[in-house]
């Protein structure tokens, strides 16, 4: 009986439509269709990291506070100012008091507070990058204080991810999993757009919000809808046959055809997304030693991989840190010089030795970099193993220092747009591997954690910023990765499309409630 | 009546291997589905904590009993990444393969019987040769290359049919009770939805039933060109039956079963195939989600999956045996 019980709930629950039905926003018109090759797994704000997930939340809900589109500073959204204590520990909000969720409720801080309870309470991936974090309280309807256990400079950055939910909306539907399936299939926020369709795997629809309290003051469309197209040629076809406006997937090669084709045009972003290779430097083999990792460092031509491999959509990497990012130090990692290298190679006997490398084959930069440092390497005397893996299974294998192989490949993907979220993640020993962390070079130097823990807890720019440069010289000096590229986001998209802008701090999303379709 | 009580156990006994089996092979699969539920730079005491809560923590053996037990109760589980329960997720994913199937199924009997059977009769002719032919390239083919190539041509260049999708863009709030848009739109009295899914479903049918009919067509020409040699067939010449009512009143209802056979089976494989035309088409289904959920090592959405395409397969069989029972009669009596 209980599977015709639940076949008979299923049925109910798809025939039963998400959200309140729009109604016609004066100058708000339109359409605008997206294709994309991933299928969102849920809805939830708690699992907002995900970009796939991110891009359809980013106009559904607000957060306290925001990076709009083509911005690398943040602006208030539902917090209208903040204090931070003198011991840096304590950030006091005063909210906005004209904010209506969809459901039509007001917004006040007990949803805020709210939010982040329900977060912690399901160890939301969200929090993840949210540091020293500790609690929220409603000071009275709309201020909020917030704790940290230690101060955390980026603080009010990583705010711009934590999207505040409904409580009236969610808290009935909290049951034992803290509502993650109610809120994976449903919507309860606050922003411009409500979802009004979710079929995960074929369409999701949005819909502007009439109550919104930002208004509709300029060019935006009345229906945003995500197609799940996995196929790049798909996604070309559809580009040009008018069915998707926005087509981000479609091979490196269609998008050069695109940009001097009439009705397209190919906008090209200032991502922040460095790919390492990433060597085990606490490996007891050969790249646990620093002088040939100081080898490994000058085999991988970066200006080569761009030209061909990117197409030239990209910056030429100098360093983990994009270029124009304060902090920056330049000329920390050798450049390619493969004499050099045979040098080193010949002068302690290295040719005939054997390493490994883990990669995502799925992905075509990954797949072409690691045949380049083969070649390259093969042409030294040093053979390159290559095993191509699932993301998971790749992730698996660095929770141990005796499963992580010499060298790994992977991409960081700052969740905002600051020196910690890329060089704390790739080089604190707290972030290793083996401690769950996405620093496989499984890099430890207590000196550098000290420069960027330091870093982290300041508040001053200035002082920061000449911290960062100094933790990247330190860790050029020890040659743990090679930064293989800084990818700019390349997105194809019909020349109806207006108002388009790459978002550093939300990686792979759109700011649809910024554009508009002729 | 034994036997197909018979036929029902052996099922079971089937499925439950099949479970055990993609329970121990998704559990030796390297990845650890708490690192990715986790999130980046989580820590280590995060993806402790989420192993625990997800049941991961457990012996292996444990996890399969608590798995099974839930599975006796008809609960497949929650995934763990849509968070939803399995079964629902696998009631909006199966529809849309096994629709895509069915009308695959459709063209592949509709060509490969007759032309099988003609084929066999004019054995040896220029008009077989060209049957061959046919079924040669068909089998060559791969059904990605066949599905773009079409896709491309019909869908792009010649705009005769849609790209991609399920339906027109108009319709992508449509909701139906059954998950079948054509099923759906017949119920609703919505003829325009069931022609608009109907020609959603054209160009990705015919690629993904291209290969299989190729086989279908050579299986049933050498069932029928052995059925016309056989004496019952020189007798009824001689007797000056007309060739048709030999072909199908005779030879067809008697060479007929081996086609039969292989049509069954292939019911499976092409669902187990429909992933091919759906990351290509742009079309949800089982494919599809068995391909994300083996990304994500959501274990129990990969065996849920599995199962459910092994039950679709050995239902097919299991109405093919009864076909066959009912075909041919002896059968009752040589069981």
């Known amino acids: 009986m209980k599977i015709f019980n639940l076949l008979a709930s299923a049925f109910t629950a798809l025939s039963v439509s998400l959200a309140i039905p729009f109604t016609a926003t004066a100058d708000v018109a339109g359409t605008l269709i997206i294709a994309e090759n991933e299928t969102p797994e849920n809805l939830d704000p708690a699992n907002a990291t995900n970009s796939t997930v991110n891009q359809l939340l980013v106009g559904v809900y607000d957060a306290l506070v925001q990076f709009k589109a083509g911005e690398t500073s943040v602006s208030p959204q539902l917090a209208t100012d903040w204090q931070v204590s003198d011991d840096g520990l304590q950030y006091t909000f005063n909210i906005r008091n004209d904010v209506k969720f969809h459901d039509g409720s007001s917004m006040t801080s007990a949803d805020v507070v709210f939010t982040l309870d329900r977060l912690q309470a399901a160890s939301a991936a969200v929090l993840n990058d949210m540091g020293p974090f500790k609690s929220a309280e409603a000071i009275d309807d709309y201020t909020v204080k917030m704790t940290l256990e230690a101060p955390f400079g980026p603080f009010i950055s990583a705010l711009s991810r934590i999207y505040i939910v409904s409580k009236a909306q969610v808290e009935p539907h909290m049951s034992d999993d803290n509502g993650r399936g109610w809120l994976a299939v449903n919507a309860a926020g606050s922003g411009p757009y409500s979802v009004t369709t979710y079929k995960p795997t074929e369409v999701v629809t949005l819909n502007a919000f009439e109550g919104y309290w930002g208004g509709w003051d300029g060019d935006h469309v009345a229906e945003v809808v995500f197609r799940y197209i996995a196929e790049p040629s798909t996604q070309l076809a559809l580009l040009k046959s008018g069915e998707v406006h926005i087509a981000p997937d479609i091979t490196v090669q269609d998008k050069l055809s695109l940009m001097n084709a009439d009705g397209f045009r190919v906008d090209i972003g200032a991502a922040a997304t460095p790919l390492y290779f990433q060597f085990n430097t606490s490996s007891d083999g050969l790249v646990g030693d620093a002088s040939f990792r100081k080898m490994l460092a000058q085999t991988f031509d970066r200006k080569l991989h761009l030209d061909y491999v990117l197409q030239g959509f990209g910056t030429m990497p100098d360093g983990p840190l994009p270029p124009d990012w304060m902090g920056h130090s330049t000329g920390t990692e050798l450049p390619f010089n493969m004499a050099a290298a045979k040098e080193l190679v010949d002068q302690n006997g290295w040719a005939g030795s054997t390493l490994k490398v883990r990669y995502l084959p799925a992905i075509e930069e990954e797949q072409a970099a690691v045949e380049q440092l083969q070649s390259n390497l093969s042409q030294l005397g040093i053979k390159l193993e290559a095993e191509g893996m699932t993301w998971p299974a790749q992730a698996a294998t660095v929770q141990d220092l005796a499963t992580t192989s010499d060298i790994n490949m992977i991409y960081n993907f700052p969740s905002f747009p600051d020196p910690h979220a890329i060089l704390n993640t790739s080089f604190n020993s707290q972030n290793t591997g083996y401690n769950g962390g996405y620093n496989w070079a499984q890099y430890s130097n207590s000196e550098v954690d000290a420069l960027l823990n330091q870093a982290a807890s300041s508040a001053d720019q200035n002082e920061r910023a000449t911290l960062y440069a100094k933790a990247q010289q330190m860790i050029g000096a020890e040659y743990p990765v090679i930064t293989v590229s800084l990818p700019g986001s390349v997105v194809a998209m019909s020349s109806a499309v207006k108002g388009y802008r790459y978002s550093v701090a939300h990686h792979q999303t759109f700011n649809y409630m910024d554009i508009s379709v002729d | ?335």
């Open chain 2, 1 to 335: 009546m034994h036997y197909f009580f018979q036929r029902f156990v052996f099922s079971l006994l089937s499925l439950f291997i099949l479970t055990l089996i993609t329970f121990l092979l998704s559990q030796v699969v390297p990845g650890d589905p708490a690192i990715v539920a986790a999130g980046p730079n989580a820590g280590a005491e995060k993806i402790e904590l989420l192993r625990s809560e997800m049941g991961l923590d457990k012996p292996l053996t444990q996890q399969f009993l608590i798995y099974l037990e839930k599975l006796a109760q008809g609960d497949l589980g929650k995934s763990w990444f849509t968070h939803q329960p399995i079964l629902e997720d696998l009631i909006r994913e199966l529809p849309p393969s096994l629709e895509l199937v069915i009308i695959a199924m459709i063209i592949n009997l509709m060509i490969s019987l007759p032309l099988g059977l003609c084929s066999a009769r004019y054995n040896d002719t220029k008009f077989d040769s060209s049957v061959r032919l046919f079924a040669m390239i068909g089998a060559g083919l791969p059904i990605f290359w066949t599905a773009l190539i079409l896709q491309n041509v019909i869908g792009g260049e010649l705009q005769l049919l849609p790209i991609a999708g399920r339906l027109s863009f108009e319709y992508r709030t449509f909701e139906g009770y059954t998950g079948f848009f054509l099923l759906d739109g017949l119920i609703l009295g919505r003829l325009d939805v069931f022609f608009d899914a109907l020609k959603h479903l054209i160009l990705p049918a015919f690629s993904l039933s291209l290969l299989f009919t190729a086989v279908g067509l050579r299986i049933t020409r050498t069932a029928m060109i052995s059925e016309f040699q056989k004496d019952y067939v020189l007798l009824a010449r001689t007797k000056a039956a007309s060739e048709p009512r030999i072909m199908f009143k005779h030879v067809f209802p008697n060479g007929a079963p081996p086609s039969l056979t292989v049509f069954g089976m292939q019911f499976g494989w092409m669902l187990g195939a429909t992933v091919l035309v759906e990351e290509i088409y742009g079309r949800p289904g089982i494919g599809r989600y068995a391909v994300k959920a083996v990304t994500q090592s959501d274990i129990h959405a990969v065996v849920a999956v599995v199962l459910v395409v092994g039950i679709v397969f050995l239902l097919a069989n299991l109405v093919v045996d009864l076909l066959l029972y009912l075909l041919n009669p002896r059968g009752r009596v040589d069981k």
